[in-house]
């Protein structure tokens, strides 16, 4: 069974950093595309980060420059370093991995992890 569980959240000040965290299980996680979306209240869940297999990355604009999105292949988890957050950046944070199962494309989904930025 694939699995995303999603940690690191938290309530932080504005200009603070938070470290989340996504744990792979049930797949070739080393094969897979892997990304970072964030959804407000009331707003689309939005790409914050991706990050291919080869470790090509691709930031939203309102990021770039603040958050670094790096994967551990051996630990099956994929990281977001967020630094000078803002209260803009509140929202629930999700993990999306991309992958091919008998030639099938396939998203997972973690189930969210809260950020809240207060100013």
């Known amino acids: 069974q694939v699995q995303l569980v999603e940690s690191g959240g938290g309530l932080v000040q504005a200009g603070g950093s938070l470290r989340l965290s996504c744990a792979a299980s049930?797949?070739?996680?080393?094969?897979?595309?892997m990304g970072w979306y964030r959804q407000a209240p009331g707003k689309q869940r939005d790409l914050v980060a991706s990050i291919t297999a080869g470790g090509s990355t691709n930031y939203a604009d309102s990021v770039k420059g603040r958050f670094t999105i790096s994967r551990d292949n051996a630990k099956k988890t994929v990281y977001l370093q967020m630094n000078s957050l803002k209260p803009e950046d509140t929202a629930k944070y999700y993990c999306?991995?991309?992958?091919?199962?008998?030639?099938?494309?396939?998203?997972?989904w973690g189930q969210g992890t809260q950020v809240t930025v207060s100013s």
């Open positions: 999306k991995q991309e992958r091919l199962w008998l030639g099938r494309p396939y998203d997972d």
């Open positions: 049930g797949s070739i996680f080393s094969n897979n595309i």
